[in-house]
């Protein structure tokens, strides 16, 4: 059975403490794996897709890598801005849905 | 770019009642997709739109729910009669193409006493 594990279930920073946070995956066929951000009251927000096992992909203080049966979020120098939810979700082939994990509720303390 | 667009917001009906969920994507996109997620569970899918064709429907809990897309614009997500596990926050998303990122709105958050 397709699965998504994230872990931590929550994580404490202080402004300026680098960290990651990890997605373990198990599915048939693996046609992308992608990162989702949410706030509060708000919907997810697309972050990243990654495709194959080596991949990385960066945007601002995020850099989010992936092997073949996990990927990590790495945060640099995170802000009290880059507080929120962390999604991890896959799509297998032939299909157009996501399996999303439970998230990493994430805290930056200035 | 107006965004994806749910009406209501939030919505707090009685067991055995009926609600409507709306969704505006945004213009343009084809690919219309509904999700929800249970209090401590994780978000997941229920069903997908091509147009006004249902793609995928395979993950609609039971025949309370009614999905539609009207000429492949909105879409409307009917659950009568609401049931108390029914509770939740209902997620629409929308996307331009097959494989593209998914955008998503609010959420409609439902709670049925």
């Known amino acids: 059975e397709d699965q998504v594990t994230q872990s931590p279930e929550a994580l404490r920073l202080q402004e300026g403490e680098s960290s990651s946070l990890n997605c373990s995956y198990t599915?048939?066929?693996?046609?992308?794996l992608f990162w989702y951000r949410q706030d509060p009251g708000k919907g997810p927000e697309f972050l990243f897709t990654l495709y194959s096992a080596g991949e990385e992909k960066e945007k601002e203080r995020l850099k989010a890598t992936l092997t073949k049966k996990e990927s990590f979020l790495h945060i640099t120098a995170p802000k009290p801005e880059d507080s929120a939810t962390y999604l991890c979700a896959v799509k297998r082939d032939n299909t157009d849905k996501l399996i999303f994990g439970t998230g990493t509720r994430l805290q930056v303390f200035p | 770019e107006a965004g994806v667009t749910q009406f209501p917001s939030h919505s707090v009906i009685e067991k055995g009642q009926t609600v409507t969920l709306r969704c505006d994507p945004i213009?343009?996109?084809?690919?219309l997709y509904w999700y929800r997620r249970v209090m401590g569970k994780e978000i997941k899918f229920l069903l997908h739109f091509v147009k006004e064709s249902k793609q995928d429907e395979s993950g609609m809990p039971n025949n309370r729910f009614l999905a539609e897309r009207t000429g492949g614009t909105y879409s409307t997500l009917k659950v009568q009669p609401a049931e108390l596990e029914d509770s939740g926050v209902y997620f629409c998303?929308?996307?331009?193409?097959?494989?593209?990122?998914?955008?998503f709105g609010n959420g409609t958050r439902l709670t049925v006493t």
């Open positions: 998303a929308s996307s331009p193409a097959y494989n593209s990122p998914l955008h």
């Open positions: 213009s343009g996109h084809d690919n």
């Open positions: 599915v048939s066929g693996l046609r992308g």
